[in-house]
């Protein structure tokens, strides 16, 4: 079993870091929290997010398949994120935070937790997708170390729907 790497001196007080495995058990809560932060999405991007699509089962057979975490902050679940090995890359996937609980920094937490991941399996990078209307989401993962990398369609459009941005690991 993979332990996230301590950094609990770096999160604001009252803030834990935990892996999602097969005793986590807060499968509702955990959907909420995705369906909630990917909310502000719906009528901004096409095609809708693969988060719709999420049910309670795939969502624990997401977490059994990947690598999770999620942040809990006085009992509630606040973010969480799922890293999937890929060569030469970890993927990060369901980046989620809570909307009242945005901007304290637990975004850059999980990522922290997934940037020890892939060193601990010997990825030199991490690597994700966003949609293309996103652009707040691209200038925050451009803060946080990413670089665009390119430009995908998803099936059945002709037009960019979704970039990629990689971080390299030093």
């Known amino acids: 079993m993979i332990e996230p790497p301590a950094i609990e001196p770096l999160i604001e007080p ?3 870091i935990v892996r999602i495995d097969e005793d ?3 499968w509702d809560e955990l959907l909420a929290l995705i369906l909630s932060s990917f909310a502000y999405m719906d009528d901004v991007i096409d ?3 693969s988060a719709h699509r999420l049910t309670l089962a795939s969502l624990a057979q997401k977490a059994r398949d990947e690598i999770a975490f999620a942040a809990i902050e006085s009992g509630r679940l606040t973010g969480c ?3 999937k090995p890929e060569p030469g890359f970890l993927y990060i996937g369901k980046l989620a935070i809570a909307p009242a609980s945005q901007g304290k920094g637990i975004g850059r937490r999980l990522l922290i ?3 020890g991941i892939a060193r601990e399996k010997g990825l030199p990078a991490l690597r994700l ?3 293309i209307e996103l652009t ?3 200038a925050t993962f451009a803060r946080w ?3 665009r990398t390119a430009e995908n369609s998803h099936p059945g459009f002709t037009r960019a729907t979704s970039i990629e941005m990689q971080k390299r690991l030093d």
């Open 129 to 131: 997708e966003t949609r």
């Open 14 to 16: 009252g803030i834990k």
């Open 24 to 26: 986590f058990g807060r």
């Open 81 to 83: 994120v799922f890293c």
């Open 145 to 147: 170390g990413f670089a």
């Open 47 to 49: 095609p809708p997010s």
């Open 136 to 138: 707040a989401n691209h």
């Open 113 to 115: 937790v997934a940037e």
